[in-house]
């Protein structure tokens, strides 16, 4: 069972660049998330999408863009990278919001010099 | 925002069993109470969730205080890959969708 699927694993990027993580999952799940992960600290959600078709912003939103492109799929794009957003970034699906629970990826670790 | 509070860290001997501790005093009528782990260079991993009664599955036992104002994960025999960092989380429909991960407990095992 592949269940969430995240590309890449590992990413260096230079300050200003841009790049696109990529996140899939296999469960038919309707709502998806992206949350990063700062050293020692606890995840913080970035976006979600309740259900195809929408998004929201969730507690750190800002330097990030995030479409869900199908059911299936959600991305989440760094349009100009900032050292500040060196992190771990983990995507995570669930049936339906709030009561079920949800199915991780197993991140990637993005450093930006 | 419901909170919840955490020891920092807990340590347990292997095949002994543990309790881990959350306080959620603030807890809503709607909020489940969740419980995910992470293990090292993993994603969360979901262990169980609750409403209001006591729950059982074949990874842990989650039991709730009766004013549902905190709640004891309990793992029965501590196993050396049971070490990881044990969040407790409140979720419902209304907190915008998504789980609210604090630091969790930091679980050592000994063997």
């Known amino acids: 069972n592949a269940g969430v699927t995240q590309t890449p694993k590992f990413q260096v990027l230079k300050t200003g660049q841009s790049m696109t993580l990529q996140c899939a999952q296999d469960?038919?799940?309707?709502?998806m998330y992206w949350y990063r992960q700062d050293p020692g600290m606890g995840l913080r959600l970035i976006y979600y999408s309740a259900s195809e078709g929408t998004t929201d912003k969730g507690e750190v939103p800002n330097g990030y863009n995030v479409s869900r492109l199908n059911k299936r799929e959600f991305s989440l794009r760094l349009e100009s990278a900032a050292p500040s957003q060196t992190s771990v970034y983990f995507c995570a699906s669930s049936e339906w919001a709030g009561r079920q629970p949800q199915h991780f990826g197993d991140g990637t670790r993005l450093s930006i010099l | 925002d419901a909170k919840t509070t955490q020891p920092n860290s807990m340590e347990s001997n292997e095949e002994e069993p543990v309790h881990l501790p959350c306080n959620h005093s603030?807890?809503?009528?709607?909020?489940?109470i969740h419980w995910y782990r992470q293990l090292p260079s993993q994603g969360p991993e979901y262990v169980i969730h609750g409403l209001t009664s006591n729950v059982n599955n074949r990874m842990a036992s989650l039991a709730i205080a009766e004013d549902r104002k905190s709640s004891t994960l309990i793992l029965h025999r501590a196993t050396l890959r049971d070490a990881a960092v044990y969040y407790c989380i409140l979720g419902n429909s209304n907190s915008g969708y998504a789980l609210n991960f604090g630091k969790g407990t930091s679980l050592l095992v000994t063997p």
């Open positions: 469960m038919n799940h309707n709502s």
């Open positions: 603030t807890i809503s009528g709607t909020d489940y």
